[in-house]
């Protein structure tokens, strides 16, 4: 009989325990009713499996890791010049960017996997982390000189390169920011489609309030000059802070411009000028095709190259004006880095010659997909012969994607750039935008909460 | 154990030993995958990881972890205790209206004056939500909540509302939607398990309620909802130990909103699992330390929740001695 108890109570416990513990092992959680078993389920529908082309296994294989499938028209492009790469290029893309750093930080310490990257694509967000690591080659040590690198926009050099001037990643996008106008309405509701004239009504943030205003009040509310002010993030987080998140003694600080932007969106919102949408929701890319009667929508999104020839809709072909924002800002861009165990330094020296520094092969990237290039002879060069990429999307007038972007790329400022921006800027530091913007919180608290937030997702950034 | 040297005495042959042979799997799969990690998520919680430009450095702290998530360290934000909350006002809000349904449906559906037809497809149809992976359940009741989606567009051509809202921007109705799509997915499940505990009710008591003329209402409140007890509470255990651990659906309601782990609005959606997930990369120790605290609530929880069914038990079986076994049910 006492056995059976302690059984009993065993068995009990065991089903607490592994229960507690998620590891959905036992048969007894089947017929529970509990969401416990989704926390097992879950990973597998959250996090996407690697989509794999070519054969990891191989003896000579040379993997490259990337979040999208956008190095997939370089790999082609790379394949046309080096024919012995065809069978060698495996590409592996994770599914999604908020899953590339936790796999590829799983890999790094393991070169003896099949999938060990041998070269990997880095987003200017999380770039600085790798660069400032162990993890990459130096461009040097590829044989890359300065004398290779002398075209790239300075910028990027600067993003890809560590505190002593490293350089570890090498940019094949420029991704100069601007603001992108849809032409039929700015006609309707700003009274032109004269560039010039818009450049000055969005030459400063009061001019834009005060064009968010007429337009609000001209359509009923209908149509919105921006969609969210979430939409600015990125002029004034990539372009207007004048300090980084973290001081030298790694304690965290508030940018004057950070506060600025809060307040900016607050007046937004408490004045109802915008439809207060986070980028890449569903409303959000819904008011891109609204047609301002019988729905909702807005004549201005924040933009940049890659943004306007790739996520701008067909409502958008011909009907587009390109004028700056008040700072000039960056928005994205896409790095290649040969990992410090890389299996084959000649091809990784190839292949990031071919497509950072060689400024035909870069001619013809944009080419095949409009990329901007990171490349300044490649771009003067498209300029001047009007040469055209593979979209048909054009701006409205005369009006032309490269030529308007190729005077942008020189006044960007990354200097301010660090390891952890792309957790902060997108994720800690836009919760406390909105938490002050909509009155949850006041700006004390909000700006308290943040650098808690900050704290706890960097134990070594101090709270002050 | 003991059993196998028994065995040397020639008379008696005993089989207990394929007993023990038959539940060992369950053991070792435990002792491995569960138990062991258990015990090392101790472990690991007493160390400090700090990684940084992906070099870590691990120190040994010992509470330090705890004294930071409860807040009780200076300088520190009590995370826990907050996400804590959310998850449990996230849990009630989805049981009380998922138990409530799931008793409706279930006394229906078992109900035998009603003699309704087709009774194994209203049950099929009712788990069918359940069947659905959450990201896409979440991801479909992100598009239809949306401030232009196509709820608020029908309410607003309807003249229903004046203006389109923002489910997702005020604390309750982010709540509210999660619990919602929570109860939507398991009550069908929850439904199958009272089902269960209906039919295993003797019919003798409901014709013997009839002959004394109890209408249909007298006989669910005074002899089903009673006798359901045992069954009611296993549902509220494991309900919630699922509840403190819900992940799935809240995280990917917000991934919908482009904040990951950080439930909006204003952080009042994040869940403590999903405060793990975002952790476990940064700082594995305070993972750590979170993920032992939510253990041991679930421990108290549970150890509560059992003592209580063990005395209802004594009551619910009618008999104290030997119908003890009655709630394994038939």
């Not at chain 1, 048909?392 to 790329?409: A, H, V």
């Not at chain 2, 909540?145 to 229903?160: D, E, F, V």
């Not at chain 2, 959606?269 to 476990?280: A, D, G, P």
């Amino acid at each position: 009989m006492k056995k059976r108890k302690v059984l009993a109570m065993l068995l009990a416990f065991a089903m607490t325990f592994s229960l507690a513990a998620c590891g959905s092992s036992g048969g007894n959680d089947d017929q529970a009713n509990s969401d416990a078993d989704t926390e097992s389920g879950s990973d597998e529908d959250a996090i996407p499996d690697n989509e794999i082309t070519g054969d990891p296994s191989a003896k000579d294989a040379f993997v490259v890791w990337a979040w999208n499938t956008d190095f997939t028209t370089l790999q082609d492009l790379l394949v046309e010049k080096y024919p012995d790469l065809k069978d060698r290029l495996v590409f592996v893309n994770c599914g999604g960017s908020s899953y590339y750093q936790d796999k590829i930080d799983a890999l790094l310490d393991d070169p003896s996997n099949e999938l060990y990257p041998d070269m990997m694509l880095l987003e200017v967000g999380y770039v600085q982390k790798y660069v400032q690591s162990d993890y990459l080659m130096s461009l040097k040590d590829l044989g890359i000189t300065d004398a290779d690198t002398a075209d790239q926009f300075s910028y990027n050099i600067e993003l890809g390169s560590d505190k002593d001037g490293v350089q570890k990643a090498s940019f094949w996008q420029a991704t100069p920011g601007c603001i992108q106008i849809r032409a039929d309405l700015a006609e309707k509701y700003l009274g032109t489609t004269d560039q010039a004239e818009l450049e000055k009504t969005f030459s400063s943030w009061d001019s834009i309030l005060e064009a968010a205003r007429k337009v609000n009040d001209a359509s009923g509310g209908k149509v919105k000059l921006f969609s969210g002010y979430d939409d600015l993030k990125y002029i004034f987080l990539n372009g207007a802070r004048t300090v980084g998140w973290y001081d030298d003694n790694d304690v965290i600080q508030m940018d004057p411009a950070m506060e600025e932007y809060m307040e900016y969106s607050k007046t937004l919102y408490d004045e109802d000028l915008t439809f207060n949408t986070t980028m890449w929701g569903t409303d959000w890319a819904a008011l891109k095709d609204g047609d301002g009667e019988k729905s909702e929508a807005c004549i201005a999104f924040a933009g940049c190259p890659w943004y306007t020839y790739w996520s701008l809709t067909d409502t958008w072909d011909k009907n587009t004006i390109l004028v700056d924002a008040p700072v000039q800002f960056y928005w994205g861009g896409t790095g290649l880095a040969a990992t410090a165990k890389c299996a084959d330094t000649d091809v990784a020296a190839e292949i990031i010659k071919s497509c950072t520094c060689d400024k035909d092969f870069m001619t013809s990237i944009y080419k095949a997909n409009g990329d901007f290039v990171n490349n300044q002879k490649a771009i003067s060069d498209i300029v001047a012969n009007n040469l055209k990429g593979a979209s048909t999307f054009s701006l409205y007038g005369d009006q032309n994607i490269p030529e308007f972007f190729s005077t942008r790329g020189q006044n960007v400022d990354v200097s301010l750039v660090t390891a952890e921006d792309m957790t902060i800027n997108e994720t800690l530091f836009p919760a406390a935008v909105t938490a002050y913007a909509t009155g949850e919180s006041d700006k004390d608290t909000a700006i308290k909460d943040f650098k808690a937030a900050v704290h706890d997702t960097y134990s070594y950034l101090k709270v002050e | 154990m003991k059993a196998g040297k028994k065995e040397t005495k020639p008379k008696t042959v005993s089989y207990g030993k394929y007993g023990y042979l038959f539940i060992a799997p369950f053991f070792i799969v435990y002792l491995v995958f569960s138990l062991w990690p258990l015990i090392n998520t101790f472990y690991y919680s007493m160390f400090e990881y700090t990684t940084r430009n992906l070099r870590t450095t691990i120190t040994f702290t010992g509470l330090q972890n705890y004294l930071n998530v409860l807040g009780i360290a200076d300088g520190e934000q009590g995370y826990f205790l907050k996400y804590l909350g959310n998850t449990l006002r996230l849990w009630l809000l989805n049981f009380v209206p998922q138990i409530l349904l799931s008793l409706l449906a279930a006394a229906w559906l078992t109900n035998n004056r009603a003699k309704l037809k087709a009774r194994g497809f209203y049950k099929v149809v009712l788990y069918m939500p359940n069947i659905i992976t959450a990201a896409s359940i979440s991801l479909l009741f992100c598009a239809l909540l949306s401030k232009y989606g196509p709820i608020m567009s029908t309410l607003r051509s309807l003249g229903w509302i004046s203006q389109n809202a923002d489910i997702m921007m005020s604390k309750w109705g982010t709540g509210i939607s999660i619990s919602m799509i929570q109860v939507w997915m398991w009550y069908g499940n929850t439904m199958l398990l009272l089902i269960a505990g209906i039919i295993g009710i003797s019919p003798d008591i409901y014709e013997a309620a009839e002959l004394d003329g109890a209408t249909g209402r007298q006989q669910f409140f005074s002899i089903t909802l009673p006798l359901l007890k045992p069954v009611m509470l296993y549902v509220l255990v494991t309900s919630a130990i699922g509840g403190l651990q819900l992940f799935d659906i809240p995280a990917l309601f917000n991934v919908g909103q482009g904040t990951g782990y950080v439930g909006g609005p204003n952080d009042t959606s994040t869940t403590v699992t999903m405060y793990i997930m975002r952790l476990h990369n940064t700082d594995t120790g305070r993972a750590a330390a979170v993920s032992v605290l939510l253990f041991i609530c679930t421990l108290i929880i549970s150890l509560i929740f059992f003592r209580v069914m063990q005395t209802s038990d004594a009551y619910g079986g009618g008999g104290k001695k030997k119908k003890g076994g009655k709630r394994h049910g038939k």
